[in-house]
């Protein structure tokens, strides 16, 4: 049992990307806005060494091992909180709670569905916080990153773990392998809805399947990454400016680019959901699916004005 330790947890924020999803793994700037939605980790003096009670859909514990000087588990899903429980703590981490509720929502067939939040961030972040301490949020950035990528085979732009750093509304690029966050805030007029598809998406699968089309054809890749860059591009300098219109502009551009990304790689990024949700909003607004689609959360950009509508 661990002993001699004093309860104490950690809070991340999950996030959502506005703008620039896929584009942002090829260099080009995104915005992300965190949420309040948030994983937090604690000690447990009641849970062995590297054990985690685990609360998200359900309430379970996942036992880690300690081999070859780092905390693994068998199961996919926990090796990125095996990873980050290794840099965080060494051979003597504490037996943890880790609950990521807040991220699950009721799916299309009643039962609780991961939202697209990026908990696994989040996750990671909330237990490099609590093991860490007051380091520095540029430290914690690189290090988290440096646990996504160990876990993930070095896949991800980092862009939800900087959300789940920094909090806030952030413009967030890759130059040179160094992540850069800036603030950019939502113009004063302008309203964002989420809205839950119920259906779950797997970020890495749709990546992966992404990238499969680059390697296939990369004129045609290049093609809409070319697209996708200047709408995002747009879409930041009009956040910039406080231009809710090229916004929303850029927002429903960026949604067309995005489905057009996704019929030529065989992917279904803009799902009838979308459409579904697009139907009803008509001229009001834009409408994209935030992060990787294919399920998820959608959002729709409206002026406050005609928010209500």
Same mark, same amino acid.
């Given at each position: 049992?661990?002993? =001699?330790?004093?309860?104490? !947890?950690?809070?991340?924020?999950?996030?959502?990307?506005?703008?620039?999803?896929? &584009?942002?793994?090829?260099?080009?700037?995104?915005? &992300?806005? !965190?949420?309040?939605?948030?994983?937090?980790?604690?000690?447990?003096?009641?849970?062995?060494?590297?054990?985690?009670?685990?609360?998200?859909?359900?309430?379970?514990?996942?036992?880690?091992?300690?081999? !070859?000087?780092?905390?693994?588990?068998?199961?996919?899903?926990?090796?990125? !909180?095996?990873?980050?429980?290794?840099?965080?703590?060494?051979?003597?981490?504490?037996? $943890?709670?880790?609950?990521?509720?807040?991220?699950?929502?009721?799916?299309?067939?009643?039962?609780?569905?991961?939202?697209?939040?990026?908990?696994?961030?989040?996750?990671?972040?909330?237990?490099?916080? $609590?093991?860490?301490?007051?380091?520095?949020?540029?430290?914690?950035?690189?290090?988290?990153?440096?646990?996504?990528?160990?876990?993930?085979?070095?896949? /991800?732009? /980092?862009?939800?773990?900087?959300?789940?750093?920094?909090?806030?509304?952030?413009?967030?690029?890759?130059?040179?392998?160094?992540?850069?966050?800036?603030?950019?805030?939502?113009?004063?007029?302008?309203?964002?809805?989420?809205?839950?598809?119920?259906?779950?998406?797997?970020?890495?699968?749709?990546?992966?399947?992404?990238?499969?089309?680059?390697?296939?054809?990369?004129?045609?890749?290049?093609?809409?990454?070319?697209?996708?860059?200047?709408?995002?591009?747009?879409?930041?300098?009009?956040?910039?400016?406080?231009?809710?219109? /090229?916004?929303?502009?850029?927002?429903?551009?960026?949604?067309?680019?995005?489905?057009?990304?996704?019929?030529?790689?065989?992917?279904?990024?803009?799902?009838?959901?979308?459409?579904?949700?697009?139907?009803?909003?008509?001229?009001?607004?834009?409408?994209?699916?935030? =992060?990787?689609?294919?399920?998820? &959360?959608?959002? &729709?950009?409206?002026?406050?004005?005609?928010?209500?509508?």
């Amino acid at each position: 049992m661990t002993t =001699g330790l004093k309860a104490y !947890a950690a809070k991340a924020p999950g996030k959502l990307v506005l703008l620039g999803e896929y &584009v942002v793994l090829e260099g080009a700037p995104a915005w &992300v806005t !965190a949420v309040d939605r948030f994983v937090e980790a604690k000690v447990s003096p009641d849970l062995t060494a590297g054990t985690i009670h685990a609360v998200s859909d359900t309430e379970r514990r996942v036992v880690l091992t300690w081999r !070859a000087g780092r905390w693994q588990s068998d199961e996919p899903t926990w090796r990125l !909180a095996a990873e980050a429980l290794t840099t965080a703590f060494g051979e003597q981490a504490p037996g $943890l709670v880790v609950d990521s509720s807040a991220f699950y929502l009721a799916g299309n067939h009643g039962r609780l569905e991961k939202a697209g939040f990026g908990s696994s961030a989040a996750v990671v972040v909330s237990i490099l916080g $609590l093991g860490l301490g007051a380091v520095d949020a540029e430290s914690l950035l690189q290090t988290a990153r440096q646990v996504h990528h160990a876990a993930q085979g070095g896949s /991800g732009s /980092g862009i939800d773990i900087a959300a789940s750093v920094y909090g806030g509304t952030l413009r967030y690029s890759i130059e040179g392998g160094t992540p850069t966050c800036l603030p950019l805030p939502l113009p004063p007029d302008l309203r964002i809805f989420t809205v839950w598809t119920g259906q779950s998406a797997s970020t890495p699968n749709l990546v992966g399947r992404v990238n499969e089309f680059k390697a296939a054809d990369g004129r045609a890749f290049d093609a809409c990454m070319a697209a996708m860059r200047a709408d995002a591009q747009g879409g930041l300098t009009a956040a910039a400016s406080g231009d809710t219109r /090229g916004v929303i502009e850029a927002a429903a551009a960026y949604g067309r680019r995005m489905r057009e990304l996704g019929e030529r790689a065989g992917l279904p990024i803009v799902t009838a959901a979308v459409d579904d949700l697009a139907d009803r909003v008509g001229k009001r607004g834009a409408v994209k699916p935030s =992060g990787a689609g294919g399920g998820d &959360v959608v959002l &729709v950009f409206a002026r406050a004005d005609e928010a209500e509508a």
